[in-house]
Nanobody, 120 residues
């Protein structure tokens, strides 16, 4: 499964971005979809995850109340709505697909990442 992440960009603090992730081809299963991010010099960290049915959602503490993960109508399409962005949200954001709902990076498939830069 190849995932394509998009929607990143350079924005000012306090504004919003919506990231998208979709498989490049057909997929046969509803995967668990997750978002992670990695800032320069830091390890990749969990942002949010959503189960195949959409019924289970988990967020990192920093994302609660500001970020919303959702599934699209197309199979294994996922979005990350990010509001009230802060400079510390600056990172490369990666989407991932797997079979387990987990906050650890144990996902089978990863997208190429999309850069989010938040200026103060």
């Amino acid at each position: 499964v190849q995932l394509q992440a998009s929607g990143g960009g350079l924005v000012q603090a306090g504004t919003s971005l919506r990231l998208s992730c979709a498989p490049s081809g057909r997929t046969s299963s509803n995967y668990v979809m997750g978002w992670f991010r990695q800032a320069p010099g830091k390890e990749r960290e969990f942002v949010a995850t959503i189960s195949g049915s959409g019924g289970r959602i988990y967020y990192a503490e920093f994302a609660k109340g500001r970020f919303t993960i959702s599934r699209g109508d197309a199979r294994n399409t996922v979005y990350l709505q990010m509001n009230s962005l802060k400079p510390e949200d600056t990172a490369v954001y990666y989407c991932a697909a797997g079979s387990l709902v987990t906050t650890t990076p144990h996902y089978s498939y990863w997208g190429q990442g999309t850069q989010v830069t938040v200026s103060s």
